[in-house]
């Protein structure tokens, strides 16, 4: 739309959400997003910003206008009165602004739309999937879940990932929306008309939703349901085996090979061959891209990475064990802005996380934090070394995934240029160096006895134990495919049948394992990992909640929380499941106790209310278990308490003894 667009940001709203979903909430990519869809004339946030105090750099590196709505009390958001109001006087002041955004899945905010909508502004709606009540969905001319806004803009957007119930109401919708245009006598309708009307008919329709960033793509993925035709170079939709008049001048719609569409003319009776999926496997360069995108590497360009890394070892250097990782970024940040630079404390601690994980920092002894004073690993003897090795950690991400290693490629991604191979090859080398990588067969591989690396993995015992035990039927082929196949079957049995789901799952793995063992093309362990996190959950859900086998159901958690890690690939496919996955684990110390939970596990309850409940039940026999469950948890996946503690202090209760479960987690960590 060429109109100007006018945002507001119920931003406690969407921070909470974020912090419960275990999402690094980043403004970036929506504001990318809503500069697609016109000039944005002013942008607010509305919030009591010293509850996130972290974010309004970011924001303010957006030109967000921050609103103060100071906290009267928990729980009592303010923001959406401030909010409303600001949004009404816009409507009667300003005409050219013909869009008003509205990021929020508050309900309130329902008769705020309605009412610009009678003041003739399009209305367009922002919120998360799970929280966003459907009136507020309805009440907008159009509604898109921020979920598929930041993961489209960061990610690329995966389709194996989209819910395929979702997929299937789209395209129930997509043949009402035609059917209309049919009887009215109208069809072919031009793609743009037939989307104002799906729209009309459910506001909440937008392809983003499915990883799509235009229209016209995820129309070329249904052509089993419409044709599609060009004339005058624009697009129309008709339904299938709809017969259009020699006189109307069209031509069928072809997608051409470069990613660009263009008319071409063909015979009408060839068929189209449908895009599946689940039946495409992503090329490698393709899954390089996916690789170095979840580790956030694309963040900056190569130069300002190369500077800002330089800048943190010699800042390190100069004081080593003086400052903490916020406070050095922090100073950097103040640095960066006095030379006119434009680059946020996001921005740093994303390429800090880059020698993060590969350990190049050190904490005294203490339990890696932002709040600990920091300095350099023993073996970091230089700058060169320091980058070399922080860089170093997409290449250990593409074989962690167990993808085979084009250097060419890499190089491109990692460096823009592709000649540079001899650059990744020594990062190859300083990996194997350090023995977190073997060279075996030609192939590299993380260590272990066999090409499944963490099939010695403790934590994984009970899940590879199902995996060796179960046979798979002789007329199922032994092929990615088919384990591909059996992920999507189990996704849609988990929620009618966990046995079933289960089954389906373990089929997977076995398929998947042996296609690794084999070194099949298009066998990864990235994929092998999400078949079996997704075991262990269903496996998990089978045993407390069918079978109330509350104790038996605990190796299960830890395989999935094992496997599901911050700064792992894993991390975004899963992340819909880590929130009830960690509730449900500690609501069954109630469970395993025959004690009445008091509603606890639902989707309004959050595990750090869980946890603060759990620590200081009067029940000392039920604090003790989750003490102890909380412990095994912290030695499989430390990260994950971290956010847990981070979202307890954020809650902000009045009362001293949410701080003190926080303290007390960290402490779990220490030992």
């Known amino acids: 739309m060429s109109e100007q667009l006018a945002v507001f940001i119920d931003f406690e709203n969407v921070a909470l959400w974020a912090e419960q979903e275990f999402l690094d909430f980043e403004l970036?990519?929506?504001?990318e997003y809503l500069k697609s869809r016109g000039p944005i004339a002013f942008k607010r946030a509305y919030g009591d910003w010293s509850r996130f105090s972290r974010y309004r750099e970011e924001l303010m590196n957006n030109a967000i206008d921050l609103v103060q709505i100071y906290s009267i009390r928990v729980g009592k958001n303010r923001a959406d009165i401030r909010m409303a109001i600001d949004a009404i006087e816009t409507a009667i002041t300003r005409d050219k602004i013909g869009t008003f955004v509205i990021v929020s899945g508050d309900s309130d905010f329902g008769p705020l739309v309605s009412k610009l909508r009678e003041y003739s502004r399009y209305t367009l709606g922002i919120g998360p999937r799970d929280v966003t009540h459907p009136l507020l969905v309805k009440a907008c001319d159009e509604f898109v879940y921020l979920e598929s806004v930041l993961w489209e803009m960061a990610d690329g957007g995966d389709l194996s990932d989209q819910p395929i119930g979702d997929n299937e109401a789209a395209r129930s919708l997509l043949m009402k929306a035609l059917r209309v245009h049919v009887q009215r006598g109208d069809a072919p309708i031009l793609a743009a008309k037939l989307k104002q009307t799906m729209l009309l008919m459910d506001s909440a329709f937008n392809?983003?939703?499915?990883?799509?960033?235009?229209?016209?793509?995820?129309l070329e993925t249904n052509v089993d349901l419409v044709n599609l035709f060009a004339k005058d170079m624009q697009l129309y939709v008709a339904p299938k085996g709809y017969t259009i008049p020699a006189d109307m001048g069209m031509n069928p719609w072809q997608a051409s090979t470069n990613g660009a569409n263009t008319p071409t003319m063909i015979q009408a009776e060839l068929p189209v061959k449908f895009h599946?999926?689940?039946?495409?496997?992503?090329?490698?360069?393709?899954?390089?891209?996916?690789?170095?995108n979840r580790l956030k590497m694309t963040a900056v360009d190569l130069a300002t990475r190369r500077d800002v890394l330089r800048d943190i070892y010699r800042e390190i250097t100069a004081r080593p064990a003086e400052r903490t990782t916020d406070e050095l970024?922090?100073?950097?940040?103040?640095?960066?802005?006095?030379?006119?630079?434009?680059?946020s404390k996001t921005t740093l601690r994303q390429i800090w996380q880059m020698g993060f994980r590969q350990r190049t920092f050190d904490y005294g002894g203490e339990v890696a934090s932002v709040h600990v004073p920091v300095q350099l690993a023993e073996d970091i003897d230089s700058e060169a070394t320091f980058v070399h090795r922080a860089e170093a950690g997409f290449?250990?991400?593409?074989?962690?995934?167990?993808?085979?290693?084009?250097?060419?490629?890499?190089?491109?991604?990692?460096?823009?240029?592709?000649?540079?191979?001899d650059y990744v090859q020594s990062l190859l080398d300083n990996l194997e160096t350090r023995e977190l990588i073997v060279e075996r067969d030609g192939r590299y591989i993380l260590p272990g006895h066999s090409s499944i690396p963490f099939a010695d993995d403790e934590a994984l015992t009970i899940v590879c134990h199902d995996i060796d035990g179960i046979q798979v039927p002789e007329n199922v082929p032994r092929t990615p495919d088919k384990a591909r196949q059996l992920s999507k079957t189990a996704m849609l049995q988990r929620s009618q049948d966990f046995a079933a789901?289960?089954?389906?799952?373990?089929?997977?793995?076995?398929?998947?394992w042996e296609a690794v063992e084999e070194g099949e093309m298009g066998a990864t362990l990235e994929e092998l990992r999400w078949y079996m996190a997704s075991y262990a959950s269903v496996k998990a859900g089978e045993l407390s909640q069918i079978h109330r086998n509350y104790a038996r159901s605990r190796p299960y958690y830890m395989a999935f929380f094992r496997l599901v890690q911050e700064d792992d690939p894993l991390w975004s496919r899963m992340r819909g499941l880590i929130n009830p996955m960690l509730s449900y684990y500690w609501v069954n110390a109630w469970r395993e106790?025959?004690?009445?939970?008091?509603?606890?596990?639902?989707?309004?309850?959050?595990?750090?209310?869980?946890?603060?409940?759990?620590?200081?039940?009067?029940?000392?026999?039920?604090?003790?278990?989750?003490?102890?469950?909380?412990?095994?948890?912290?030695?499989?996946?430390?990260?994950?308490?971290?956010?847990?503690?981070?979202?307890?202090?954020?809650?902000?209760?009045?009362?001293?003894?949410?701080?003190?479960?926080?303290?007390?987690?960290?402490?779990?960590?220490?030992?």
């Not at 970024?329 to 680059?343: P, W």
């Not at 789901?501 to 998947?512: E, G, P, T, V, W």
């Not at 989707?603 to 039920?622: D, F, G, K, M």
């Open 28 to 31: 970036t990519p929506l504001m």
């Open 207 to 218: 392809e983003a939703n499915f990883g799509y960033s235009q229209f016209k793509n995820w």
């Open 276 to 292: 599946d999926a689940t039946q495409q496997a992503p090329s490698l360069r393709a899954q390089y891209q996916q690789i170095f």
């Open 329 to 343: 970024l922090e100073d950097l940040c103040e640095r960066y802005e006095a030379q006119g630079l434009i680059r």
């Open 395 to 421: 290449v250990y991400a593409v074989i962690n995934a167990g993808l085979d290693i084009d250097l060419g490629e890499m190089a491109s991604i990692l460096l823009n240029e592709r000649d540079q191979t």
């Open 501 to 512: 789901s289960a089954r389906s799952y373990l089929y997977a793995c076995r398929i998947q």
């Open 593 to 671: 106790l025959g004690l009445n939970s008091g509603g606890l596990g639902q989707n309004t309850t959050s595990p750090a209310e869980i946890a603060v409940r759990a620590a200081t039940y009067e029940n000392q026999e039920l604090s003790r278990l989750w003490f102890e469950m909380t412990q095994d948890l912290a030695e499989v996946n430390p990260g994950l308490l971290r956010r847990v503690a981070n979202q307890i202090r954020l809650t902000r209760n009045d009362s001293p003894v949410y701080a003190q479960v926080a303290d007390k987690i960290e402490q779990m960590l220490m030992v």
